[in-house]
């Protein structure tokens, strides 16, 4: 039986790491999700330590030489 394009080592092989990065994109996007949930319920949960992480930023950024 001849070899078809579409089963060549190769194709398959592309077709593997074409999947695999659309899996990592997909894990990935859940991942900074979830993160920003989690950083979200923190805030909630500890509004002092919210309050000076974000006075913290804001003295960082008007610190910061462009």
């Known amino acids: ?20 990065d659309a899996e990592r994109r997909r894990r990935r996007a859940r ?16 509004p002092r330590r919210a309050k000076t992480a974000r006075l913290r930023h804001a003295m960082r950024m008007r610190t910061f030489r462009w």
């Open 1 to 20: 039986m001849p070899d078809l394009p579409d089963e060549s080592p190769e194709a398959a092989g592309r077709a593997d790491r074409a999947e695999s």
């Open 31 to 46: 991942f900074l999700r979830e993160l920003a949930e989690a950083r979200e319920l923190r805030d909630r949960v500890q």
